[in-house]
């Protein structure tokens, strides 16, 4: 048996010399060292079984993808885009203030679509439209005009009906805690007439004189209280909403070279504000607020170092008061202007009061790019606090947030923003497409 | 009707639907064997950068292999660690020199374009203001026109078909591509010419809306219109072809694309030719007809983002430094906290972000540019199981390559301004040595072997290039001349590329196997064995280790 196994052997290695010096001279001939040549396994059978799901998953995204590469729909999705917006309505969609949730809306330009905009193209005729399924619902609207007599002079009214359905207080100064959860359901109507004059791109200044109604009503849903229960006893300003009257002017001056990446420049935006209430609304203050920011490239346009202080102040004039939603507000990311100012390891409106204060270090780095893609990272903290009064203002009543963000942009436009931030009230995540300033 | 007959009635209703099914099935199975597969560069980014980085995460053997420094050998390379031809590759200018004539002119079965009557516009191919053409000339052979973008004129069109020389005489199928000027009156559109514009839907093509896509082209002085016309190949699109795994609809297609050579191979090759889009969308897998049977011919395409081109303009800085998404450098970068500059950073930097000088060159610079960590756009795994068997072969095809035939081959991209054409042979004969010398470092570089009575002599293609000092090297050979082999027989060593045998190890029915090695002073660790089997007849088994 053995003798028949070693004639064998020998019988294919004289098969196998043979072959090879008949190959001799070609050194690129297909004779191999193991043949016939055969498929090894690209996988042991079972890193090749753990990944028997994510196959199933992978097949109907590679599908779908190949269905939209080859059948353009990703061109066609922007051309629509486009062709709607050419017509004057633009789609919007954004994620709340409050909680990771869409917010989906609509903007008319009223100029384009009645194709007036090529004849006046100094008149402005928006209105807005957006809502967040049990959050909230806004319709805006502006009419005015640019550029009077070719200068600087502008002019624009304005019209907002906001309805927020769990505007979230948590009572009024730096020491209120997070358990006081109350919400409620707010609906505003604010009507404004505003003229203003640009000197230059960089420099605007505008004054405002509005009317606005504060709707509230009361009730405890999905965890949170009755705010007239939670707060009974207390001398909540503004409790049951009112009617007043404002008489603004703001000054802007912005330098930024990008409003969402900038690596350099800086904005200030200093503000004072008449409140008088109408009817039997007591409300009757002042406001002061400063917001600025600036931007230092550290020796790259990919490292930057961004600073911004933040304060307001609500003074009372003439034993008015100042109604808990015209406080200072503070947590959240801070996206809108309207409603609470970043203090990113607290909730949306977790801290109200007569005045405000606060920092905010960040350091943006990019950490990729691929074209006009870029992937910022940034590490920041927050310190700020609010207070009612000024002799009242302590030290020890500033909180703290710190943590970290990726900001993804294309062409320096903000497209999604992660961010984890961390304070005394624990870790709170935030899902934007907005940086916070 | 009884039962039985019903039960007929039924059969041949059966028989006849089936064979009614089958039937055109079976006589198109000659014209359709192969499935045709599709591709996208949103598959190929999903596949790459996100699928198999994760679920690669989840290979034990890949673990495996990282852990005790294993690595896949090539499967089909053979006795002589050579990659035989294939409907892949056709080992052209490594097997026979090709003359200067034969490298300029790459691929070629026509002249290009024939302009004896106007070409006409089949089909348009349009993206963002580069517009593309399919068009049929009077002869009634099929081309691709491609452009360059509006300031970048041969930037593009050059670099496409520079790169199909250099692809095509190293041995890989490509399309003929040629350089390719006309007037606008050499073209209009035909009767049922459509095109997808920037829009997404088709669109009749119009002698006025081809017009208007002419006129976003740049012309040349002559007020020519250039482009890189690539001639359709013939055959059925059989869509592309994987880099991992093998068509299971061809039988001749036995090994799994993972570990071909000179699949794996092509991201060096690229790495020459700073060619960064190669991907599967660029592959092309044509069905043809071979002695009167359907076989399938595999194809790379589209080069117009090689040398110093991209979409749209120059290459952009991150190009061969980054994947598409390199999670790698990101987590680097974000955890130095931006304070590390990366490679391509410090180089725009330092230049000022202004990195070329001709628009028709673009970014293509050996400045920074390092063998060893060059990426192509996707992390394919196929790309990174290449070993050192596989680059040491990939270096020595280029390195057959002489700096008269770059030349040659760079010629091919007809650029106006002499110096451009300088600049890029010089760029590219410099990466060409950067990148050989590269593995010729990482492996043994012997070749040529030859035995002559008991002397076996070979090349060492270092000191071939002028790569050391042949004074400061030593060639170790480890003899096994047992059955077994696992102790050498005996040690040799040797200063010159030579050794001399015992005369008893090369002796009738017996074969004997050498391990040898380079010690190069100042090398800390010996090199990697190359396996020599000898008998009688000469050389028999060549086998570098991976």
């Known amino acids: 048996m053995i003798n028949k196994h070693k004639k064998l052997l020998t019988l294919v290695l004289a098969l196998l010399f043979f072959a090879g010096s008949s190959y001799a001279q070609d050194i690129y001939a297909p004779v191999y060292p193991h043949e016939p040549l055969k498929a090894k396994n690209l996988k042991d059978p079972v890193s090749a079984l753990l990944e028997i799901p994510f196959r199933l998953v992978r097949w109907p995204i590679d599908q779908s993808l190949v269905y939209i590469g080859k059948r353009h729909i990703d061109k066609k999705a922007f051309h629509i885009y486009d062709k709607i917006k050419g017509y004057g309505v633009t789609p919007h969609i954004a994620f709340t203030d409050s909680a990771i949730l869409p917010l989906v809306g609509l903007e008319l330009d009223l100029m384009t679509m009645t194709r007036k905009k090529v004849e006046h193209p100094d008149v402005v005729a928006n209105a807005s439209v957006r809502y967040a399924m049990h959050n909230l619902f806004i319709v805006d609207s502006k009419v005015g005009v640019n550029r009077i007599a070719g200068t600087g002079l502008y002019t624009f009214g304005n019209f907002n009906f906001d309805h927020r359905s769990r505007e979230p207080f948590y009572g009024i100064g730096p020491r209120t805690s997070l358990g006081d959860s109350s919400s409620i359901r707010m609906e505003t109507v604010y009507l404004a007439w505003n003229a203003g004059y640009e000197f230059s791109p960089s420099l605007n200044v505008l004054g405002t004189f509005a009317f606005k109604e504060n709707q509230i009503k009361h009730r405890a849903h999905d965890g949170k209280g009755d705010m007239t229960e939670i707060f009974a006893g207390q001398d909540i300003p503004g409790i049951h909403g009112g009617e007043e009257l404002n008489w603004k002017m703001e000054l802007v001056r912005d330098t930024r070279n990008t409003k969402d990446e900038a690596s350099k420049g800086s904005y200030q935006k200093l503000s004072v504000k008449l409140t008088e209430g109408v009817d039997s609304t007591k409300a009757r203050f002042l406001t002061y607020q400063l917001d600025a920011a600036k931007y230092f490239s550290l020796k790259s346009p990919r490292r930057v170092l961004a600073i911004r202080a933040f304060g307001e102040h609500n003074d009372e004039i003439n034993h008015g008061t100042i109604p808990f939603y015209d406080m200072a507000r503070l947590g959240g990311m801070g996206s809108s202007q309207r409603t609470s100012v970043a203090h990113r390891a607290f909730v949306y409106n977790r801290f109200y009061g007569e005045s405000a204060i606060l920092f905010s270090l960040e350091y943006r780095y990019a950490i990729w790019e691929y074209r006009d893609f870029r992937l910022n990272a940034s590490v920041f903290w927050d310190e700020g606090q609010v207070f009612n009064e000024f002799n009242k203002f302590k030290f020890s009543d500033f909180r703290e947030s710190y943590g970290l963000g990726f900001y993804l942009s294309y062409a320096k436009h903000t497209l999604l923003n992660f961010t984890v931030a961390h304070g005394d009230e624990g870790t709170r995540v935030y899902v934007k497409n907005r940086v916070p300033f | 009707m009884t039962n039985e007959r019903l039960m007929k009635k039924g059969t041949v209703f059966l028989v006849g639907a089936l064979l009614a099914i089958m039937l055109p099935g079976t006589l198109c199975a000659k014209s359709a064997k192969f499935k045709g597969k599709a591709t996208h560069l949103y598959k190929d980014v999903f596949d790459q950068n996100v699928y198999y980085e994760g679920v690669n995460q989840l290979d034990f053997g890949r673990w495996g292999r990282k852990l005790f420094d294993r690595e896949i050998p090539a499967a089909n390379i053979n006795i ?371 035995l002559s009575g008991n002397v076996l002599r070979f090349r060492d293609l270092a000191l071939h290039y002028g790569w050391g000092d042949p004074d400061a090297i030593d060639y170790t050979a480890e003899v096994f001349a047992g059955s077994k082999r696992r102790k050498p027989d005996e040690i040799l060593t040797s200063q010159e590329p030579v050794f001399s045998l015992n005369p008893r190890y090369i002796s009738p029915n017996r074969t004997v196997e050498l391990r040898i090695r380079v010690s190069r002073r100042g090398d800390e660790d010996p090199s990697p064995y190359i396996k020599i089997i000898l008998d009688e007849g000469g050389v028999r088994q060549i086998r570098h280790e991976d």
């Open chain 2, 80 to 450: 002589f660690d050579e990659v035989p031809d294939s409907a892949f590759f056709t080992n052209r200018h490594a097997r026979k020199r090709l003359s200067a004539e034969e490298l300029e002119k790459g691929y070629s079965e026509t002249e290009g374009p024939d302009l004896s009557a106007p070409m006409t516009v089949t089909k348009g191919k349009q993206e963002g203001l580069h517009p593309g053409f399919f068009i049929r000339d009077a002869r009634g052979d099929a081309y691709c026109l491609k452009f360059d973008a509006e300031g970048y004129l041969e930037l593009a069109t050059a670099a496409e078909v520079i790169a199909s020389r250099f692809y095509y005489a190293i041995g890989y199928n490509v399309p003929q591509y040629t350089m390719f000027r006309f007037r606008p009156e050499d073209i209009v559109a035909g009767e049922n010419a459509y095109t997808y514009d920037d829009t997404g839907f088709r669109k009749k093509m119009t002698p006025d809306l081809l017009d208007q896509y002419l006129s976003f082209l740049p012309i040349t002085e002559e007020g020519e219109y250039l482009a890189s016309a690539s001639k359709i190949v013939p055959g059925r699109n059989a869509g592309y072809f994987s880099f991992y795994s093998r068509r299971k609809d061809d039988p001749e297609d036995t090994i799994n694309h993972r570990d071909r050579r000179e699949i794996r191979a092509i991201s060096v090759f690229s790495m020459w030719l700073n060619n960064y889009d190669v991907r599967e969308d660029n592959t092309l897998d044509m069905e043809v007809v071979e002695n009167g049977r359907p076989v399938i011919k595999h194809y790379l395409i589209d080069f117009n983002s090689a040398l110093g081109a991209a979409h749209g303009g120059p290459k952009p800085p991150m190009f061969g430094h980054e994947y598409m998404i390199d999670y790698g450098e990101t987590a680097k970068a974000f955890l130095s906290l931006g304070l590390w500059e990366k490679p391509w950073q410090k180089k725009w930097r330092v230049v000022d972000e202004r990195p070329y000088e001709s628009p028709a060159v673009g970014y293509f610079s050996n400045e920074g540019f390092d063998p060893e960590s060059h990426k192509v756009q996707l992390p394919y795994e196929t790309f990174r199981v290449l070993t050192k068997a596989d680059g040491f072969w990939a270096a020595k095809i280029m390195k057959s390559f002489t700096d008269e035939d770059v030349r040659a081959m760079v010629k091919a991209g007809r650029y106006s301004n002499a110096e451009d054409e300088d600049y890029i042979a010089k760029t590219l004969i410099e990466r060409r040595d950067m990148i050989a010398r590269y593995w010729f470092s990482q492996t043994t570089p012997l070749d040529q072997f030859e």
